[in-house]
């Protein structure tokens, strides 16, 4: 196991009128952190996509060529390019041209459907979309998103640096670290995606704290293999490898014996997955004839993690760290992590709030719990997310006092660890999708044939939870015709495994409010 590092040293500064805990010495931007990347490890792989391997230097070659062509399209700090790309290295480059020209990017997940993407880019007003050749037929008509003027493609031979035309890089004035560096979409309460505003400072101290609390060193390898376009891909995968200057190798859709291989080929040692990757790498009947002596550190997060499985893997990968974390996307990931060799002895619990985040556990009147009292968690800190893009109300409702407020209950013991007692207010995790239950409701309920619609997760062994939807209908219609009809909607992991069509009224109080608890126990009911 590595010694740990010692702490970068914190002061308090002011930003975006919060005062946050930051550290002290920091590159000045995610293109900045980048840079310090290519002169450390120049010669050393980045990136491997298949059979392409790339050194550092190559890299930045490429992020270089690509900034020049979009420059020419006109794109200028503050524009907004959305990126519809699978894991492979087009992502990262465009990340990094991105930064490099303080355009703000717009990550979009692959699986989304039409009107997801439509409402994504509408909302931002990018005015450039890069996406998979694939994925065509799921794009915006062009009267669908007036304000996007570009459009390139992307596929196994079409690239992001491909533009022999874009001429020299026009120099361009520094980013400033609170200024944005991507807005990721997450589902809110109302069933609209909120676009949370990434900072480059808030991200460059997400990546820091990753570092210092798994205790990475030079030169790391990991393996992509939770989405590119997600908090937890962009931060501890791709620009955590950026800020280690080590190498990421590229998976396109997960698949527990491609990973095994490729980690012992590439040497693998640091990785993050949700639960039921660890647990679907170990069901491979060959899993302990795999030379993985080189995987020192494993993170988790998304779902809780089984105890057997714990046990299962500290039994046949003996020296693997294994680190839970706890964040969001409003936290840019990151916000509490378990320190290494701790989560034998405190399986209930999540870890210690990473050294630049103020956590708190506060009750109903906005008053700080002591230790063991059932709160709400509340976070604090440079990688909190100052805003919501042009939402002001969600803004207000969710961050108070530079805080932003969970909704997850949880308590804190005598010495700053953390449990989390319950998830978000009708979430489910779904293999660490994070999917609200509203979002999935109102896709139901646009159907002509539905009353009312409620959405429950319910426990799977592999995935943690699955998705069903109880339905009142106002005339005949079949299950297959209603998950049809939300997968032309939603994105496939959030269409219900099941959908029971009920010949009553869903449960409700005297307000009106559906009640998820009477849903779950009708479930448990009949199961």
């Known amino acids: 196991m590595n010694a740990p590092l010692p702490s970068p040293r914190l002061r308090h500064e002011i930003h975006h009128n919060r005062m946050v805990r930051c550290y002290a010495s920091r590159p000045v931007d995610v293109f900045a952190m980048f840079e310090t990347a ?34 020419r399209l006109g794109l200028r700090a503050g524009d907004r390019a959305a990126l519809l790309l699978d894991n492979r290295i087009d992502f990262l480059v465009a990340l990094l041209a991105a930064a490099r020209l303080g355009v ?123 989405p590119a376009s997600h908090v937890t891909g962009i931060i501890l995968e791709l620009l955590l490898m950026v800020r280690v200057a080590g190498k990421t190798v590229f998976q396109r859709g997960f698949k527990a014996r491609r990973f095994l291989e490729e980690a012992a ?18 069901m491979d009947a060959d899993y302990d004839k795999f030379g993985l002596a080189n995987w020192r550190v494993g ?58 985040c103020d956590l708190l556990v506060m009750d109903e009147a906005g008053r700080e719990l002591p230790p063991g009292e059932q709160g709400e968690i509340w976070m604090a800190g440079p990688m909190v997310i100052p805003r919501y893009w042009n939402n002001s109300k969600a803004t207000e409702e969710n961050f108070l006092g530079g805080y932003w407020k969970s909704g997850d209950i949880g308590t804190l013991d005598q010495a700053g660890y953390l449990r989390v007692h319950d998830r978000k207010k009708d979430m489910i ?53 209603l998950r049809n009809h939300c997968a032309e909607r939603l994105s496939d992991y959030k269409v219900p495994d ?18 998820k608890t009477a849903l779950r126990a009708l479930d448990e009911a009949v199961s």
Not at 45 to 71: E, F, H, K, N
Not at 178 to 206: M, N, Q, R, W
Not at 498 to 515: E, H, M, Y
């Open 104 to 226: 703000i990017a717009v990550p979009l997940n692959i699986r989304q459907k039409r009107p997801e993407t439509a409402y994504a880019l509408n909302d931002s007003g990018a005015v450039l979309l890069v996406y998979e050749r694939s994925l065509s037929g799921e794009l915006p008509l062009t009267d669908e998103v007036p304000e996007l003027h570009h459009r390139l493609i992307v596929d196994d031979t079409t690239h992001v640096w491909d533009d022999g035309h874009a001429g020299a890089l026009v120099d361009t004035a520094p980013v400033g670290e609170d200024e944005p560096f991507c807005i990721l979409y997450t589902s809110g309460t109302t069933g609209l995606p909120k676009g949370a505003v990434l900072t480059h400072l808030g991200t460059v101290s997400s990546c820091m704290a990753a570092h210092e609390h798994l205790g990475l060193q030079h030169g790391e390898t990991t393996i992509l293999c939770v």
């Open 265 to 282: 080929a590439e040497r693998m040692s640091y990785v993050i997955m949700v639960p039921a990757m660890y647990t679907l790498c170990l």
């Open 299 to 356: 993170a988790y997060g998304g779902a809780p993690m089984p105890d057997a499985l714990l046990e299962d893997l500290a039994r046949r990968q003996r020296g693997l760290a294994l680190h839970n974390i706890y964040g969001a996307t409003e936290t840019t990931s990151p916000a509490v992590i378990m320190p290494a060799g701790e989560g034998f002895s405190r399986r209930t619990q999540v870890g210690r709030a990473v050294s630049c």
């Open 429 to 481: 995790n779904r293999g660490g999708f994070k999917i609200y239950s509203v979002e999935v409701e109102n896709a139901l309920m646009a159907h002509p044939a539905v009353l009312e619609a409620g959405v429950i997760g319910v426990p799977c062994p592999v995935l943690g939870e699955r998705v069903k939807a109880y339905a009142v209908l106002r005339e005949p219609a079949s299950e297959a015709a």
């Open 38 to 71: 290519v002169t450390r490890a120049a010669g050393e792989t980045a990136a491997v996509d298949g059979d392409d391997r790339v050194t550092y230097t190559a890299l930045a070659q490429r992020v270089a060529v690509c900034a020049a062509a979009w420059q």
């Open 498 to 515: 099941r959908i029971v069509i009920l010949d009553q009224a869903l449960p409700r109080n005297a307000n009106g409010k559906l009640l």
